[in-house]
């Protein structure tokens, strides 16, 4: 079973910030945090992951709370093309790099 | 650098036959796993594959299986195929080192079976 928790849809509109959250409360020392991010009909996309610290790169941040049980993802200016399934994942550190994804967050993002 | 190429991208089969998908992962990545994706149960874990040696495994039966070989290329084969796989198959490479690395995913295979 998937380890986290996300809400099964989001709107936002464009050019603003997407903030989608994600909870993982049983979360453990070493697990990181992943998203990825799937467009209808491709393969899923790596965005960004972390283990406690906030991170950033070209694609979006990472917002990881200070106790580790919820973190959230922001697109700072959504475009239409970030309109995609968004998956939050904790990597099991017991299981090499299997990912286990869950329902992930549909983000619809409107004119 | 290229990425992580499956092949072929579409497939019809019919009920009972057997099918070999493959994937050529990125240049160096040494980790190559499967998935499942149904719009009923989602994007579903089947195995992982590193340096020629199966590290993982989810939970489905022994009609799906897979190989890796020296090259890090892997196949998957599920054998007497059921209307239930149809499915997209997607496969991701890794760098295989530790945790602290991201997948990368291919395009997928979507097999129909008829």
């Known amino acids: 079973d998937a380890k986290t928790t996300q809400p099964p849809s989001m709107d936002c509109a464009e050019g603003r910030a997407a903030n989608l959250p994600c909870n993982h409360s049983?979360?453990?020392?070493?697990?990181?945090v992943y998203w990825y991010r799937q467009i209808h009909s491709q393969g899923p996309q790596y965005i960004i992951h972390?283990?406690?610290n906030n991170e950033t790169n070209e694609m979006a941040s990472l917002i990881i709370t200070e106790d580790r049980k919820s973190s959230t993802l922001i697109l700072p200016h959504a475009t239409l093309r970030d309109t995609a399934v968004y998956y939050c994942?904790?990597?099991?550190?017991?299981?090499?790099?299997?990912?286990?994804f869950g329902g992930g967050t549909r983000l619809m993002v409107k004119p | 650098k290229a990425g992580v190429t499956q092949t072929p991208r579409y497939l019809i089969k019919t009920r009972g036959q057997q099918v070999t998908l493959s994937c050529s992962p990125i240049?160096?990545?040494?980790?190559v796993s499967w998935y499942q994706q149904t719009p009923g149960q989602g994007l579903q874990f089947l195995f992982e594959?590193?340096?020629?040696?199966?590290?993982n495994k989810g939970n489905f039966p022994g009609r799906f299986s897979g190989r890796q070989f020296s090259n890090s290329r892997s196949e998957m084969n599920v054998s007497t195929l059921e209307l239930g796989d149809s499915a997209l198959y997607l496969c991701?490479?890794?760098?295989?080192?530790?945790?602290?690395?991201?997948?990368?995913f291919g395009q997928g295979t979507r097999l129909t079976v008829v």
């Open positions: 972390g283990l406690k």
């Open positions: 991701a490479s890794s760098l295989g080192e530790g945790m602290n690395t991201e997948a990368f």
């Open positions: 049983t979360i453990s020392g070493n697990e990181y």
């Open positions: 994942i904790v990597r099991d550190d017991n299981a090499g790099n299997m990912l286990t």
């Open positions: 240049s160096g990545h040494r980790s």
């Open positions: 594959y590193f340096s020629e040696t199966q590290r």
